[in-house]
C-alpha cells in the first residue's frame, strides 16, 4: 500500500507544472522510474518538487521528487505522450 501511495502521488508531481494547476497539455506516462532513498513517518510534512526537462510535440521529460524535513526521499523520472490540449473543448 505504502509504495503504490508513494508511486501515485510521485507521479501526480511529475504531471504537474508545479504551481498547483494542471498541464497545459494531455500526458500520458509512457515511463516511470521511482528510487527510494528513505523513509516517511505518520505525521511527517510531505513536500513535492517537479523540474520539466524538456516538452517536445511527442514526449516530455521530468523529474520529481518528495522530500521530508529537507531530505530528499523519492526521486521519480518520467516521459510522457504528449496526448493534446487539455482545455480543448470537445466536439459537438
Not at 14 to 40: F, H, K, M, R, W
Request: proline share 3%.
Amino acid at each position: 500500500m505504502r509504495a503504490r501511495w508513494t508511486g501515485s502521488c510521485a507521479a501526480r508531481t511529475a504531471a504537474s507544472s508545479g504551481s498547483g494547476v494542471s498541464p497545459p497539455t494531455g500526458l500520458i506516462t509512457a515511463n516511470l522510474t521511482l528510487d527510494y532513498a528513505g523513509t516517511a513517518s505518520i505525521g511527517d510534512w510531505l513536500e513535492t518538487g517537479v523540474d520539466f526537462q524538456k516538452q517536445g510535440s511527442r514526449l516530455a521529460f521530468g523529474n520529481g521528487f518528495i522530500t521530508v524535513a529537507g531530505e530528499r526521499i523519492v526521486r521519480a523520472s518520467a516521459v510522457f505522450l504528449v496526448a493534446g490540449d487539455l482545455n480543448a473543448k470537445p466536439e459537438a
